[in-house]
């Protein structure tokens, strides 16, 4: 205790972590999810250890509930399998337990070492030219694991058997002070993957972090790097931060970092633009409520929005040289998509729902005849129609229209057939079908 207490007063520290006990971190096992626990009790029954680590000890610190719990551990994964009735190993690159408990998955993962730096061609071993690791799948110690992590705040672990917080890198004292560090070199760290300037921002965002100076300052310099993580990689993590709850402060602070060039060019236009800032930042504004609602969260609608005005501005060049609009529009969604997907790899499932709502969106400005009648019966008409209110909150189409398609898609079948506009173009001459002459049948004589 006289020790402790010396080491606290003088800001001191005994060589290796700092283990805070039971009562002075805040941390209990009821704010564990029982399957979590459950795991972490039945390894340490097994002489193994137990904790729960990264995310999770991180929100829980900051008064976040966890959507999900890990757990690091110092078994190998076919010594963790046997150990639970449902237990599966995956992964190719680095193998992990996937732990069923009821409806809840719990990650288990062996404590994890850097990959060794044995000088091969005046290249670290693992890594191609530009520092980015190609390897990273060697078992390790927990302070090891807890060295190779990306940020200090998430290599924190709790051993729910010793109610102890486990701090290696000065994490605690990081969330208190609500800034977000880089474990060892901010920018040999991002070479070994590029993806993490991307966390960086994310994460500051999400949890209303400052990032540190010195992990900031490689940032902007190396944002090129994201030129050569795969697509779907960024995809995934562009999922992360626009459903994180916080997008809109997430991509400004994208922007800010200068890293949306790899990921999201056209951020440029649209705040640049008064209308594609409003509609944006309305769309974001949306998403980030009823992620914070607990509301499901339709991707390729969020992704529509983002794109929206790129569309335009292609749809709008082609008119100019005289395109008919419906082959137009066609065409620049095409052009849009095949840029964007090139960078992000959007799924074809949500380009597909894309495509629908951008094409719908001319479809609402007809409000006559049979055509509205069979707008508001297609399968994507909610999304279509939400996305043109969207379109109406920004001021981009009237809100006329709006308010029509609102009230016509809530009225009875009679209701909507009166509430239709009368037809304003040129009608259609109909052509008149000669009837055959039946076989046999005389010719018609001339009064």
Not at 94 to 112: A, C, D, K, N, P
Request: proline share 6%; aromatic share 6%.
């Amino acid at each position: 205790m006289i020790q402790r207490f010396i080491r606290r007063v003088f800001g001191l520290r005994e060589k290796g972590p700092l283990r805070v006990p039971a009562g002075e971190h805040g941390l209990t096992r009821t704010r564990i999810s029982p399957a979590a626990l459950r795991v972490c009790d039945t390894l340490s029954q097994h002489q193994f250890a137990g904790c729960i680590v990264g995310g999770a000890v991180r929100d829980l610190l900051l008064g976040i509930t966890p959507k999900d719990f890990d757990v690091a551990t110092d078994a190998r994964p076919e010594q963790i399998k046997p150990l639970f009735r449902r237990a599966f190993v995956i992964g190719r690159r680095f193998r992990l337990v996937h732990v069923m408990i009821g409806q809840e998955t719990v990650e288990v993962s062996t404590y994890r070492a850097a990959h060794p730096e044995v000088p091969t061609d005046g290249q670290q071993a693992g890594v191609d030219e530009t520092g980015r690791l190609l390897r990273d799948n060697v078992f390790g110690s927990q302070e090891e694991d807890a060295r190779r992590r990306d940020f200090t705040v998430n290599a924190l672990f709790y051993d729910p058997a010793r109610e102890e917080l486990i701090d290696y890198h000065g994490g605690l004292a990081d969330l208190k002070k609500r800034t977000l560090r880089m474990i060892g070199d901010p920018e040999k760290r991002y070479r070994e993957d590029p993806i993490r300037m991307l966390r960086a921002v994310r994460m500051a965002g999400k949890l209303g972090l400052s990032i540190a100076p010195e992990t900031r300052a490689p940032i902007r310099r190396l944002a090129d790097l994201l030129e050569q993580v795969p697509p779907p990689r960024l995809f995934d993590e562009m999922l992360k931060l626009l459903l994180s709850g916080h997008a809109s402060a997430c991509l400004r602070q994208l922007r800010d970092e200068g890293l949306h060039k790899g990921v999201l060019p056209l951020l440029d236009v649209i705040l640049e633009q008064p209308l594609g800032e409003r509609f944006v930042t309305l769309a974001l504004a949306q998403t980030d409520e009823r992620v914070q609602e607990g509301k499901s969260i339709s991707p390729a609608f969020l992704f529509a929005a983002l794109l929206w005005h790129e569309v335009l501005a292609a749809l709008r060049a082609r008119e100019k040289r005289g395109e008919q609009s419906i082959l137009a529009l066609e065409a620049a969604m095409d052009e849009v998509l095949d840029r964007q997907c090139d960078k992000l790899a959007i799924t074809r499932r949500l380009t597909a729902t894309m495509r629908e709502v951008w094409a719908m969106q001319p479809r609402f400005e007809h409000r006559s005849g049979q055509r509205a009648l069979r707008l508001v019966e297609t399968p994507r008409f909610r999304m279509g129609y939400d996305f043109l209110a969207l379109r109406a909150a920004s001021g981009e189409v009237p809100a006329e229209i709006e308010a029509w398609w609102r009230a016509f898609q809530g009225a009875d079948a009679e209701t909507r057939r009166a509430m239709l506009l009368p037809e304003t173009g040129p009608k259609k001459r109909r052509r008149r079908r000669r009837r055959k002459k039946a076989p046999g049948a005389p010719a018609p004589t001339q009064a």
